[in-house]
T-cell receptor
Framework: AQSVTQPDIHITVSEGASLELRCNYS??????LFWYVQSPGQGLQLLLK??????LVQGIKGFEAEFKRSQSSFNLRKPSVHWSDAAEYFC?????????????FGSGTRLSIRP | GAGVSQSPRYKVAKRGQDVALRCDPI?????LFWYQQALGQGPEFLTY????????KSGLPSDRFFAERPEGSVSTLKIQRTQQEDSAVYLC??????????????FGPGTRLTVT
């Protein structure tokens, strides 16, 4: 069955520092991968997605992620974080290849920003 | 344009009460999903609609959970005889549903249900 693992429950980085959030997935074929961000009291916002093509994906708010099939990873990166990036980040995989496919989420990584 | 809206945003229910949670998807979106997010966890799939048809309800945790979308737009998630373990944030998401392939799902702000 498909699954997503986010090994870091909580990460703290200094404002202006670089960020990498780890994500590993389990999927039998080419996965459809997502990163979502959730701020307190807010819904989930899509940062970026990978469906096919270039394995380095650019998203909103200066985020990017790289799909590495050999490592079953889809890590999220940002070169310089801002205080407003403090939030919960979820990596996710689509369960199939149709518009009816549900999304399977990891347990999330909480990002705190040190002033 | 308007996004996905959910109401109420917060609901407190006494154990044993019935609750109804509403979702207004983005206009024209065919696909509608419900997810349950327990505290400190990622969302988990509950059920899926394509227009008014409920095509997947494999994630509903018990027969106390019931969802409907009678006219293919607004959806209601009903929980009967609520239990403490039902306390969670219930998220609704919609997507175009017409591309034939995987699509971005747009999420509402959620309804936080607390069962006391």
């Amino acid at each position: 069955a498909q699954s997503v693992t986010q090994p870091d429950i909580h990460i703290t980085v200094s404002e202006g520092a670089s960020l990498e959030l780890r994500c590993n997935y389990s999927y039998g074929a080419t996965p459809y991968l997502f990163w979502y961000v959730q701020s307190p009291g807010q819904g989930l916002q899509l940062l970026l997605k990978y469906f096919s093509g270039d394995t380095l994906v650019q998203g909103i708010k200066g985020f990017e992620a790289e799909f590495k099939r050999s490592q079953s990873s889809f890590n999220l990166r940002k070169p310089s974080v801002h205080w407003s990036d403090a939030a919960e980040y979820f990596c996710a995989v689509g369960s199939g290849y149709s518009s009816a496919s549900k999304i399977i989420f990891g347990s999330g990584t909480r990002l705190s920003i040190r002033p | 344009g308007a996004g996905v809206s959910q109401s109420p945003r917060y609901k407190v229910a006494k154990r044993g009460q019935d609750v109804a949670l509403r979702c207004d998807p983005i206009s024209g979106h065919v696909s509608l999903f419900w997810y349950q997010q327990a505290l400190g966890q990622g969302p988990e799939f509950l059920t899926y609609f394509q227009n008014e048809a409920q095509l997947d309800k494999s994630g509903l945790p018990s027969d106390r959970f019931f969802a409907e979308r009678p006219e293919g737009s607004v959806s209601t998630l009903k929980i009967q005889r609520t239990q403490q373990e039902d306390s969670a944030v219930y998220l609704c998401a919609s997507s175009l549903g017409t591309s034939g392939g995987p699509e971005e799902q747009y999420f509402g702000p959620g309804t936080r249900l607390t069962v006391t």
